[in-house]
């Protein structure tokens, strides 16, 4: 995963740890970072090392070698690996390796549109309800980020028709992957999926809002969302719990109101010993999804300059095969995108500089932490009186009240009495007096937030945040490209002459070493235990 799409230096390294394992285990973890790493390269050495691994008929590492040769052919269309993939998946009798193929040969026709049609109608018409999900899965990347209507018509079609829920929720999910270009139209699409009577489609149906509409907050996909973290099936609360976290993601409680009761769901039911295992999975993973990388990351399916981001694409599918395997959730974290503004100066170098927010910092802010529930103070309970007490008393006062009071008596209670009520009509002035200066120092609070905010070089810049950011008058740098676009940006420095304020970089931690390790503490005193019975 760390050097996914970009392994050159670890590819040998993998190759030859690959070609000595004995262990299955050591093999399913070297096909899929052999995978990884040469993710696209077409390599035709590593994809024979991984097809060998396949041809071994074992179904750990053969569901990895199956997946492998997919990333390693990533949008190659090459109708050798195509031919390969699909006659070992006809014949094979394991199950693993069977998913791992279907999700490898989709990968395969990654963007190749009208290409793959004649694969795609082939598995449509097998009799194998897994070949069936990787039909659904090579139109999802196929067609990915296009948002075609032959190709969503076949996956709504397939969504309310096959006999095989896996099927039905492969082509739900696969929506998600079509429409997230457009992701204001897949709550419309989706919104009668979320209500069948099908969990596995209403799961599908809380997925495919959550990959097409990831990092937007949009309401309309989050209010279908919400209702279904409450719902009776248990992988369908775990599917809206992940579906909202992406949805959600760098989202604070002014740029959507439902933040932190989201997160109190998550703590609750992270919390709750009675709460299914399901439940506790998906809200742990919603938790660290919104949480990811410092909260300083999103997930987005398209580049900065509107391109379909390929690693994102990827990583999400493979994520989504967690309910088969819940290692392959380590995959999310190719769909993470650093949201940053970073300039640089022609030496590559980061110079002191400063950047305009033109919003308030509340908005943009990170979201605040959820703050440890308080203990209510428990009332007063008036004491229940009897009736045979309260009927004495009754009698005792009318004895009381035929005898003459002095005159005394009435003066001193009726000052006592006159005392209480202004002791009590100042107390309720306090509390309002309290009341009206916490209101108005909370609007002064409010008052004084300002319009604007100066951010350092680097900085955390969010994409909605983008087009609200300038450089000052006096700055002695300009951007070689506008500064919405985001990201690394060149600048140019007006004032060659003046020496430049450079950005230290900071030391590289210390990774500890044999010799570093502190004094280990004595054993203790050697003592006698003896039994007194």
Same mark, same amino acid.
């Given at each position: 995963?760390?050097?996914?799409?970009?392994?050159?230096?670890?590819?040998?390294?993998?190759?030859?740890?690959?070609?000595?394992?004995?262990?299955?285990?050591?093999?399913?973890?070297?096909?899929?970072?052999?995978?990884?790493?040469?993710?696209?390269?077409?390599?035709?050495?590593?994809?024979?090392?991984?097809?060998?691994?396949?041809?071994?008929?074992?179904?750990?590492?053969?569901?990895?070698?199956?997946?492998?040769?997919?990333?390693?052919?990533?949008?190659?269309?090459?109708?050798?690996?195509?031919?390969?993939?699909?006659?070992?998946?006809?014949?094979?009798?394991?199950?693993?390796?069977?998913?791992?193929?279907?999700?490898?040969?989709?990968?395969?026709?990654?963007?190749?549109?009208?290409?793959?049609?004649?694969?795609?109608?082939?598995?449509?018409?097998?009799?194998?309800?897994?070949?069936?999900?990787?039909?659904?899965?090579?139109?999802?990347?196929?067609?990915?980020?296009?948002?075609?209507?032959?190709?969503?018509?076949?996956?709504?079609?397939?969504?309310v028709s096959d006999v095989n829920d896996d099927v039905r929720r492969a082509a739900v999910v696969s929506l998600g992957f079509l429409m997230f270009?457009?992701?204001?139209?897949?709550?419309?699409?989706?919104?009668?999926?979320?209500?069948?009577?099908?969990?596995?489609?209403?799961?599908?149906?809380?997925?495919?809002?959550?990959?097409?509409?990831?990092?937007?907050?949009?309401?309309?996909?989050?209010?279908?969302?919400?209702?279904?973290?409450?719902?009776?099936?248990?992988?369908?609360?775990?599917?809206?719990?992940?579906?909202?976290?992406?949805?959600?993601?760098?989202?604070?409680?002014?740029?959507?109101?439902?933040?932190?009761? /989201?997160?109190?769901?998550?703590?609750?039911?992270?919390?709750?010993?009675?709460?299914?295992?399901?439940?506790? /999975?998906?809200?742990?993973?919603?938790?660290?999804?919104?949480?990811?990388?410092?909260?300083?990351?999103?997930?987005?399916?398209?580049?900065?300059?509107?391109?379909?981001?390929?690693?994102?694409?990827?990583?999400?599918?493979?994520?989504?095969?967690?309910?088969?395997?819940?290692?392959?959730?380590?995959?999310?974290?190719?769909?993470?995108?650093?949201?940053?503004?970073?300039?640089?100066?022609?030496?590559?170098?980061?110079?002191?500089?400063?950047?305009?927010?033109?919003?308030?910092?509340?908005? /943009?802010?990170?979201?605040?932490?959820?703050?440890?529930?308080?203990?209510?103070?428990?009332?007063?309970?008036?004491?229940?009186?009897?009736?045979?007490?309260?009927?004495?008393?009754?009698?005792?006062?009318?004895?009381?009240?035929?005898?003459?009071?002095?005159?005394?008596?009435?003066?001193?209670?009726?000052?006592?009495?006159?005392?209480?009520?202004?002791?009590?009509?100042?107390?309720?002035?306090?509390?309002?007096?309290?009341?009206?200066?916490?209101?108005?120092?909370?609007?002064?609070?409010?008052?004084?937030?300002?319009?604007?905010?100066?951010?350092?070089?680097?900085?955390?810049?969010?994409?909605?945040?983008?087009?609200?950011?300038?450089?000052?008058?006096?700055?002695?740098?300009?951007?070689?490209?506008?500064?919405?676009?985001?990201?690394?940006?060149?600048?140019?420095?007006?004032?060659?002459?003046?020496?430049?304020?450079?950005?230290?970089?900071?030391?590289?931690?210390?990774?500890?070493?044999?010799?570093?390790?502190?004094?280990?503490?004595?054993?203790?005193?050697? /003592?006698?235990?003896?039994?007194?019975?």
């Amino acid at each position: 995963l760390i050097h996914a799409n970009h392994g050159d230096k670890i590819i040998d390294y993998i190759l030859q740890q690959l070609k000595s394992a004995t262990s299955d285990m050591v093999r399913h973890g070297g096909c899929l970072g052999l995978g990884l790493a040469a993710m696209g390269t077409a390599r035709e050495d590593i994809y024979n090392q991984l097809k060998d691994n396949l041809y071994h008929d074992d179904a750990v590492t053969g569901e990895a070698a199956g997946l492998s040769m997919g990333l390693v052919m990533l949008g190659s269309f090459s109708s050798t690996a195509i031919d390969d993939m699909v006659a070992y998946a006809r014949e094979t009798k394991h199950e693993k390796i069977l998913r791992g193929l279907a999700l490898g040969i989709s990968l395969v026709m990654y963007s190749r549109m009208e290409e793959a049609d004649a694969l795609i109608d082939d598995l449509f018409r097998d009799k194998d309800p897994n070949l069936r999900i990787c039909g659904m899965y090579t139109i999802a990347m196929a067609y990915c980020g296009t948002g075609n209507n032959k190709a969503i018509k076949q996956l709504l079609h397939v969504a309310v028709s096959d006999v095989n829920d896996d099927v039905r929720r492969a082509a739900v999910v696969s929506l998600g992957f079509l429409m997230f270009r457009t992701p204001e139209q897949c709550p419309s699409v989706v919104s009668l999926l979320s209500e069948s009577y099908n969990p596995h489609v209403r799961y599908g149906a809380a997925i495919a809002l959550g990959i097409s509409c990831a990092g937007t907050g949009l309401k309309e996909a989050v209010s279908i969302v919400e209702p279904m973290t409450n719902d009776p099936v248990n992988y369908v609360r775990q599917g809206a719990l992940i579906a909202s976290s992406l949805l959600l993601i760098q989202h604070n409680d002014h740029t959507n109101s439902k933040v932190s009761k /989201f997160r109190e769901i998550y703590s609750k039911v992270i919390a709750d010993k009675h709460e299914d295992q399901m439940a506790k /999975f998906g809200s742990i993973i919603a938790q660290g999804i919104l949480d990811a990388g410092g909260r300083n990351v999103t997930i987005s399916l398209q580049s900065r300059a509107g391109h379909t981001h390929m690693m994102s694409v990827v990583g999400l599918l493979v994520f989504t095969h967690y309910w088969y395997w819940f290692p392959l959730t380590h995959f999310i974290s190719l769909a993470f995108t650093p949201t940053c503004l970073i300039g640089l100066n022609s030496d590559v170098k980061m110079p002191k500089m400063k950047f305009i927010s033109n919003a308030k910092p509340s908005l /943009f802010a990170y979201p605040e932490a959820l703050k440890p529930p308080k203990k209510e103070e428990r009332e007063k309970v008036t004491k229940a009186v009897l009736s045979y007490s309260s009927k004495a008393k009754k009698t005792k006062k009318d004895a009381t009240e035929k005898e003459e009071p002095m005159d005394v008596d009435n003066t001193k209670s009726q000052k006592e009495k006159e005392k209480g009520n202004e002791k009590e009509k100042d107390e309720d002035s306090s509390v309002e007096k309290d009341k009206s200066e916490k209101k108005d120092a909370d609007e002064s609070k409010k008052e004084t937030e300002p319009d604007t905010q100066m951010l350092d070089n680097p900085s955390r810049v969010m994409q909605a945040q983008l087009k609200l950011i300038s450089l000052p008058k006096d700055s002695r740098y300009s951007p070689l490209k506008p500064v919405s676009v985001g990201g690394v940006i060149m600048m140019r420095n007006s004032r060659v002459d003046e020496p430049e304020e450079l950005l230290e970089p900071l030391p590289a931690a210390k990774t500890p070493s044999m010799d570093d390790e502190e004094d280990e503490p004595e054993p203790p005193e050697p /003592f006698e235990y003896v039994d007194e019975d």
